[in-house]
């Protein structure tokens, strides 16, 4: 597990690009629980971070794709192969990821 960031960097349900390990990731904090994707959508390879967090995930900006933050499938197209979601923990008001370790 790397240390990203603390929990207080991030804004509610407001994505946030990182580098973790040289693997671009979008993290999503969702109240006291964080999220932690691959950064780049599956269909068109842009930035996830730059996109809109919704009920139904984050939105890929360019064609509107959205991903489930708890299993980076998409659950709208055009995309349809889901994203890496990557392990988080949160240890004493700071974010750690681990991107050797994909819950999907």
């Not at 930035?47 to 708890?70: M, N, P």
Request: proline share 4%; net charge negative; aromatic share 4%.
């Amino acid at each position: 597990m790397i240390r990203v960031c603390a929990l207080s960097d991030l804004d509610d349900r407001k994505p946030f690009g990182a580098e973790v390990d040289d693997v671009d990731v979008v993290l999503v904090r969702d109240g006291e629980r964080v999220h932690a994707l691959q950064d780049l959508c599956s269909h068109a390879a842009v930035s996830l971070s730059e996109g809109e967090v919704s009920r139904k995930g984050i939105e890929c900006w360019l064609h509107g794709s959205c991903f489930d933050l708890e299993t980076g499938k998409p659950n709208s197209l055009p995309a349809t192969d889901p994203v890496d979601v990557y392990a988080v923990d949160i240890r004493d008001g700071d974010v750690f990821v681990d991107v050797t370790v994909t819950t999907n």
